[in-house]
Structures are given as structure tokens and as C-alpha cells.
């Protein structure tokens, strides 16, 4: 195979990972966009949180809703929890790295808020622990996972929502996560501000 072969193939796999998502997640994606837009117009917050490239995308994301998506839109309430590394590094230093996110739910979070868990593996001790903080604190949970969701999966109620995307590799399921990301962004946008 040669290396254009190749590269075609990466393509072509993204491609099938999307397909396998829009089948998969589109129901659960506009469920999440209802909660979110519910939410966010109750004076609620939506805290994000990931390690790795999923704290760039989370990120990403409270970039999209504090600033703007697509459209020209009042600035929304979001907080990406691993953005301020005074804080993650404090909290990581006198406590415990596993603690960083949870800490902040602690503080920041109230009930009514949205957590948006994010973790490719859904195993990462630090996503779970805020996960499990929110859920002490009646604060609604999304967790953006892949592969079988891991224990973040497993540690979601009834009423929390997963997405999981469907798909092995990490790098397919991080273009995954960012599409919803991006489908939950234009959600969000269309419900408030029409077509």
C-alpha cells in the first residue's frame, strides 16, 4: 500500500466512523441540545471538562457558547474546568490530579448546571470523579465517551445521557466527539435563534 493509499484510507475510516455516529448519536445529540438549551435558559451553567485532547476539545466547546458558534448571539454560560492551570495545578498539587475536575464541580457547580464529561476511554479518574460530584449536587450529566463508554458509562443515572462514539481507534473517535461538539453548538444556536 502506498502512502497515498494510505492516507486515502484515513479518509475513508473517518467517513465510516461519521456514518456509524449519524445513526447512533443524532437522537441523543438533539435530547442533549434540549437539556442544554433548558438549561442554559433557566440561568444554569454548562461546566466541560476533559484530559488530553479532550480538554481542547471542552475547550473548544465553551469557546463556542461564551463567545459565539456560527452566529452572532448573546454570550452563553460555560466553563471549560481544565482552562485555568493555576487552579487545575493547585488542586492537583494539594490534593490529587484525580481531584482537579470535582474540585471545581464543588465549587462552581449548583443544581440545575450541566456537566459535560469528556473522555474517550471513559476511564479517565478525573472526569469520573467530577462526574460523580455533579450527580451529588443534582447537576445534569452528558458524558461524550467511545468504544463500550468504560466505567463513565457505567457510573451515568438514568437521567444522565451518553454519547458514545462508535468506534475503536482514538483518533476516530476524537473526530467524532468533535463533530457532535459542533452538532451540539448548532443546536444550541437553532433553538435559540431559529433557522
Known amino acids: 500500500m502506498s502512502l497515498s493509499e494510505h492516507l486515502q484510507q484515513q479518509f475513508l475510516d473517518s467517513i465510516a466512523s461519521q456514518e456509524a455516529a449519524l445513526e447512533v448519536l443524532l437522537e441523543p445529540i438533539a435530547l442533549c441540545v434540549e437539556r442544554m438549551v433548558h438549561c442554559l435558559m433557566h440561568d444554569g451553567r454548562i461546566l466541560v471538562c476533559g484530559n ?18 456560527e452566529a452572532e448571539r448573546p454570550g452563553l454560560a460555560a466553563i471549560a ?3 485555568d492551570t493555576a487552579v487545575v495545578s493547585a ?22 448546571d450541566l456537566l459535560l464529561a469528556i473522555s474517550a476511554s471513559g476511564n479517565s479518574r478525573s472526569v469520573l470523579e467530577a462526574v460523580r460530584t455533579a450527580q451529588d449536587k443534582e447537576m445534569g450529566v452528558i458524558a461524550l465517551t467511545g468504544r463500550d463508554g468504560g466505567q463513565l458509562a457505567a457510573a451515568l443515572r438514568e437521567e444522565d445521557i451518553l454519547l458514545c462514539a462508535p468506534a475503536e481507534s482514538g483518533a476516530r473517535i476524537r473526530e ?3 463533530l457532535s461538539l459542533h452538532c451540539l453548538c448548532e443546536g444550541i444556536d437553532y433553538s435559540l435563534l431559529g433557522a
Not at 52 to 69: D, E, K, M, Y
Not at 91 to 112: K, M, T, W
Open 81 to 83: 474546568l481544565n482552562a
Open 52 to 69: 488530553g485532547a479532550s480538554s481542547t476539545q471542552a475547550q473548544l466547546f465553551a469557546a463556542a457558547l461564551v463567545n459565539r458558534f
Open 91 to 112: 488542586i492537583a498539587n494539594d490534593h490529587d490530579y484525580a481531584r482537579v475536575f470535582a474540585r471545581q464541580v464543588e465549587a462552581l457547580g449548583a443544581p440545575g
Open 176 to 178: 467524532v466527539h468533535l
